[in-house]
């Protein structure tokens, strides 16, 4: 799987290509530790993931979260070839392979020429499907601060300030969301556009939340977001949050 990412940055309709998941590669890859950020569903819920690898082939630390709560659940495991067993405190057992999306015969799979894995999530009786995907990676260990390169604030003020716009744009709470942006807003489309202040937003709101993008934003996390040149994204780049609050909205 690759996801290609498009942004604009502040005040210019710019767009910013990343590929965050990317083809199988032949090429030998760097040592040392990876930090990989994962989602996908297990059975009917979706999740998120982070892991910390070595040189690609061993298990160093992990946690995963369920979207509807948002908890990050600590993991222990190990790597046997392309096979990843994973345990939490509460019993659940992951089993997974690597998975990749170009030929890699004769190749040992590893999670720098893989897209993501596969397999099954086990508690007690219960077992059902897991299937993950990467979506965000780096060279080195876990941040302290996955928003440092924002704010000074801690991790916990940046989710939060995401979930307000979120969640109030959702519920058509237009008082609350309009709190909730950093002004002046960008907004692309077909029509790009600039919304300087708060009236301007209420007075332009039904032809920046389409139902379109509130569906968008229904599906967004605002949890463990990817950082790009000071903004943090939420839903593939649907929308960008600087340090104050909403800045960028990618419409739908």
Do not use: C
Not at 27 to 42: A, M, N, Q, R, Y
Not at 88 to 108: C, D, K, Y
């Amino acid at each position: 799987m690759a996801f290609a990412i498009k942004a604009a940055a502040v005040g210019v309709a710019a767009t910013l290509a990343l590929a965050l998941a990317p083809n199988a590669r032949a090429e030998d890859p760097p040592k040392g530790l990876s930090t990989f950020g994962i989602s996908g569903k297990i059975g009917t819920y979706p999740v998120g993931m982070q892991l910390t690898v070595r040189d690609h082939r061993d298990f160093v630390s992990g946690h995963y979260f369920y979207v509807k709560t948002l908890t990050d659940i600590p993991l222990t495991g190990r790597m046997d070839g392309d096979i990843l067993t994973l345990r939490e405190p509460s019993g659940g057992a992951f089993r997974l392979h690597l998975v990749s999306n170009a030929s890699t015969h004769g190749q040992t799979l590893t999670f720098y020429n893989s897209t993501g894995l596969a397999g099954t999530w086990t508690q007690g009786v219960r077992t059902l499907p897991v299937e993950i995907g990467f979506s965000t990676s780096y060279d080195g260990p876990p941040r302290a601060r996955r928003y440092e390169e924002m704010t000074d604030e801690p991790d916990a003020v940046v989710e939060a300030r995401a979930a307000k716009f979120l969640k109030a744009a959702v519920r058509g709470d237009r008082a609350a969301a309009a709190d909730a942006v950093s002004y002046p807003l960008r907004v692309n489309g077909d029509r790009p556009k600039t919304i300087r202040n708060k009236t301007e937003l209420l007075t332009q709101w039904n032809s920046i939340f389409t139902p379109a993008l509130l569906v968008a934003l229904r599906d967004a996390v605002p949890h463990e977001m990817f950082v790009r040149q000071g903004m943090a994204m939420v839903g593939d780049g649907v929308v960008w949050f600087d340090a104050k609050g909403a800045k960028v909205i990618n419409g739908r």
